[in-house]
């Protein structure tokens, strides 16, 4: 059963941190690419950050330099340390999971959609 739980979302001025967390499942952290996308409102969704298959981390274009996508294994925890808050980043953020593939040679890939979310965490920006 997947089952991702987010937290750390807030009211934060501009320039300040956030550190979001995401509970997972054993089953999910084990089976699929974990990641982050955000969504607000009247906007699409947007990428935000995930780890790739090879442990790397992604991070999409506005939040390079910023944020920081970690991870606990021991806990099965997703972590995404926010810093340098603008009011743009405010957002629901959402914990999510990708499909793995393997494509053979004991390699594997992450897929581009997200296939389980969990609740949200809203996160604010603003003085």
């Known amino acids: 059963e997947v089952q991702l739980v987010e937290s750390g979302g807030g009211l934060v001025q501009p320039g300040g941190s956030l550190r979001l967390s995401c509970a997972a499942s054993?089953?999910?952290?084990?089976?699929?690419?974990m990641g982050w996308f955000r969504q607000a409102p009247g906007k699409e969704r947007e990428d935000v950050a995930y780890i790739d298959s090879d442990g790397s981390p992604r991070y999409t274009e506005s939040v390079k330099g910023r944020f920081t996508i970690s991870q606990d294994n021991a806990k099965n925890t997703l972590f995404l340390q926010m810093g340098s808050l603008k009011p743009e980043d405010t957002a629901m953020y959402y914990c999510?999971?990708?499909?793995?593939?393997?494509?053979?040679?004991?390699?594997?890939?992450?897929?581009?959609?997200?296939?389980?979310r969990g609740q949200g965490t809203q996160v604010t920006v603003s003085s």
């Open positions: 054993a089953y999910a952290y084990s089976r699929y690419c």
């Open positions: 999510a999971t990708r499909p793995r593939y393997y494509r053979g040679s004991g390699t594997y890939s992450c897929g581009r959609e997200y296939q389980y």
